[in-house]
């Protein structure tokens, strides 16, 4: 089926409760504590809703109604698991619109933005319903009289935490693959996009997931994600964020040898050779550093260009960010940061390195006037004079920042770009196909991309990173499945005489 994006894009306001509540055994519960924390549109300021502040108390509910659904649901054959999966991906799909907007209101980007990513995520979706009819073991050799083979089983009770730069894309990367390897799911919704996880539930509800076999805990990290990676009846942690929290994540749960996935965060260098495309360098280096207001793991935040041709990339650079649109609408290139908070984090870290002696060539402020007054917009910055392991080098800002770096020549670049700490994706422009044969089997990354940007995956393929980009687990793919299933050993000795 094909995944429809290109619907009428009117902004209307979901239909969503004013308070969003937990999602635990099959129904909205509120929180234990009976305390609310507000959330508001970055795009406009506005009031969207409270979400339930829970503690440990609330996720212990979750864990013990995910714990007496996982056995019923790892009973159902995994063809059956995945054809209640298609029925949430066609119910997404039908409901598309509804989704989309509840991703633009709580993240302020533009319903075509919102669009697309739900039709991403029902992409995902139908991927991994798929995976139920391909949960493949395999057959080998052993000695005379005897079979050897392979089998995968679910782990249990999955503990999943997401960011809210994507939210229903999050969701979907760990909601469906580690449903469909039988495991019941306790998903820690991000406070700054409750509804789209909430919405979701119903979603999974009204298309048939046995109550229990997905739970949505509301609140704040300290105080409802860390309890899910602490709890003993947690099996397996899926983490999606900074590096810094995933440090944390991966100390709790390491104390009771829990399985840990993170996919944690990015400084992506981009690599313009003094043969390369420039207008087509530009675009990519725009979307990959601007696009989602730089609020992806993936972004580009490291740009390093020859010499040579360095002046005439820049001026060409500086005419693409002053043409960006910023706002919420479709015609828009790109939206808000999440929050006030980031703003101020992602401006505080501009005016140190300009104090260093930065050049910001331009943006580096937040936007105002009648469009962006009330919303948290940072203008599209170009920075550069900056040393390789200046904090802004080497720090994730989570926003639309690129920083220019000059270098001689390839293996200059090469080197520079492999001079972080992080290591998740990687880009070249280059029109020789030897030296870009070179960089994707020489750059430190999960991903490396010729002639394009540094973002983007595909339901079908693997995507992770390196050093502290993460700890080598990949999603989505089918390696996804090896995140939330065991492998079993089955060894079947045969007795000649009895045939």
């Known amino acids: 089926m094909v995944i429809e994006v290109t619907q009428p894009t009117t902004m209307r306001r979901p239909d969503l409760p004013s308070r969003i509540p937990n999602w635990i055994a099959g129904k909205p519960v509120p ?45 159902t054959p995994p063809v059956q698991r995945g054809e209640i999966l298609t029925a949430i991906a066609n119910t997404m799909h039908r409901r598309r619109v509804d989704i989309a907007g509840t991703v633009a209101l709580e993240t302020g980007k533009s319903m075509k933005d919102a669009l697309a990513e739900t039709g991403g ?33 679910p782990i249990g009770v999955a503990g999943l935490i997401i960011a809210a730069n994507t939210p229903i894309a999050n969701v979907a990367w760990k909601v469906f693959p580690a449903l469909i390897c039988g495991n019941a799911a306790v998903l820690k919704a991000p406070e700054d996009a409750p509804a789209t996880a909430f919405v979701f539930a119903e979603i999974a509800e009204e298309a048939g997931l046995p109550a229990g076999a997905l739970n949505v805990v509301q609140g704040l990290g300290p105080e409802a994600g860390e309890p899910i990676v602490a709890h003993p009846d947690v099996e397996v942690v899926s983490f999606t964020g900074s590096t810094a929290v995933g440090r944390r994540i991966a100390e709790i749960a390491g104390r009771r040898l829990a399985r840990v996935s993170l996919e944690l965060g990015g400084k992506n260098p981009l690599l313009v050779c003094d ?33 040579d041709i360095y002046d005439v990339f820049l001026e060409k650079l500086l005419k693409a960010t002053a043409a960006q649109r910023v706002g919420p609408a479709d015609d828009d290139d790109f939206g808000p940061v999440i929050n006030e908070r980031q703003l101020n984090r992602m401006l505080a870290a501009v005016e140190k390195a300009k104090s260093a002696g930065a050049r910001v060539l331009a943006g580096g402020e937040r936007l105002l006037g009648p469009k962006h007054e009330s919303g948290y917009y940072v203008a599209p910055t170009v920075i550069d004079r900056i040393d390789p392991d200046d904090e802004i080098s080497t720090t994730e800002l989570f926003g639309p ?22 290591g998740l994706t990687a880009c070249i422009h280059t029109r020789n196909a030897h030296r870009a044969m070179h960089f994707v089997q020489s750059v430190a990354a999960g991903v490396a991309v010729v002639n394009g940007g540094t973002f983007g995956s595909e339901p079908h393929m693997p995507f992770g990173g390196v050093k502290q980009s993460g700890n080598g687990t990949r999603e989505p793919g089918t390696e996804a499945l090896d995140v939330y299933s065991e492998l079993k050993d089955v060894y079947w000795l045969i007795d000649r005489h009895q045939t």
């Open 275 to 307: 043969d390369a495309d420039l207008d087509n360098a530009v675009k990519w280096t725009c979307l990959s550093a601007f696009s989602n207001a730089g609020q992806r793991c993936a972004s580009a935040s490291r740009i390093i260009v020859f010499d």
């Open 401 to 422: 920042i690129a920083c220019l770096y000059r270098c001689a020549d390839y293996q200059e670049a090469l080197a520079l770009a492999n001079r972080s700490p992080y």
């Open 31 to 75: 929180p234990r504590t009976d305390n609310w924390v507000e959330k508001r549109n970055p795009a406009t300021g506005e009031f969207v809703s409270h979400l339930a502040r829970s503690d440990a108390r609330d996720v212990a509910d979750a864990v013990t109604a995910a714990r007496a659904a996982q056995p019923r649901w790892a009973a």
């Open 121 to 153: 995520a029902i992409l995902q979706a139908r991927f991994m319903a798929g995976e139920g009819q391909r949960l493949y073991g395999r057959t080998t050799t052993s000695a005379a009289d005897k079979y050897a083979m392979t089998i995968r089983q």
